[in-house]
């Protein structure tokens, strides 16, 4: 018997019944790996170094859009400094947003408060929350039908809302709220194993864009609820990598990402196919590619970062950088510490107070060390100009 097309049981299967040893393997891998990068970096120094991360999630995530934002212009955006053509600026905004809400989600995580990331009232929440600065014609989306001005965190509810995404014909409007009840209900995460979250990390990113539950921003979302997703699942490593890099380049190309999803759209093909509306041959291949893709970037955030030899970067940063003899002791001791107060930068330096309070403040122009308060501990920062010492291969060249 055939699935009503309009049916919350449409997106199932939602979870592999069974998964194959490639796929257990893979989870091992993966846990494995995120847990060895989560641990090389004192916490305080990892939070430096997510920042940088999240610059790089986000000039992904706008790639997989069609948006090509440069890494300057994203880190200008952070600075509330736009440019002038609508355009440019508007990209900007996107980039901003976008880092403001993944910066919440590891600041929730970190404090343990964050919350189930499948649930209807999180994923809202980061539809609404991603679209709160954007000007009132980035909400104007063209429907199947008419134009209609979309509301941020708002379900497709109505006939004008019902879409079209290139030879996929998600749930009507009328049947997006039950599907995602659906949705919230399967995935979540308090009653699955932490294996078990890793490979619904997978699907659930597919079956929320399967569903197409907003009229638009349903990529970013879904990147955002699969970074929370890592989290929860114990692989997201103080959010030192990045999924959205991963789906926007690819394991063999980066038109990847697009035959995958499109994959997984696939109807269940006969009785050995699963039990489901949909293929669950399908959904495990596309399990299997996510968590290869995952896995592929925590190994090379690993390589990259080489964080036994960060130390020795750092090193030539400051000699590069032209400062004062003593700036690389307190520079390393920071790295070590997570963080140093200010007034044992004389200590740690074997400089005068006044001098080390003076090379203190260089470094903190630099942009290498800053704190959260003028008169708070100082810990490591990544500036853009860093990058191209200590991390260059982190961006294209752009």
Known sequence: MTTPIESPSRIEPCLLDETTAAIVDLVASLAAAASALGSRLHPRSAEGLADLVRVMNCYYSNL???HNTTPREIVRALEDRFEKVPERRNLQLEARAHIRVQREIDRQFAAGALPEPGTIEFIRHLHRAFYEDVPPEMLVIQGRSRQVTMVPGEFRSL??????VGRHLPPSGAAVEASMVHFAERYRFESLGMGTRITAMAAAHH??????PFMDGNGRVSRLMSHAMALKAGIGAHGLWSVSRGLARGLESRGDYKRMMDHADMPRQGDLDGRGNLS?????????????????QVTFMSDLFALDTLVDRLKLYVARRDLKPGAFVIVEQVLQRGELPRGEAGRVSGLGERTARDLLAALVHDGILGSDTPKGPVSLRFPL??????????????
Not at 159 to 164: A, L, R
Not at 283 to 293: D, G, I, M, N
Not at 386 to 394: Q, R
Request: aromatic share 14%; with cysteine; glycine share 2%.
């Open 207 to 212: 079956r929320l864009n399967y569903i197409h």
């Open 385 to 398: 100009d860093a990058v191209e010492i200590l991390f260059p291969s982190l961006f294209p060249d752009t």
């Open 159 to 164: 006939p004008e809302h019902d879409v079209e």
């Open 64 to 66: 997989i859009e069609g």
């Open 280 to 296: 669950r041959r399908a959904l495990a291949e596309f399990t299997a590619w996510f968590l290869k893709v995952c896995l592929d």
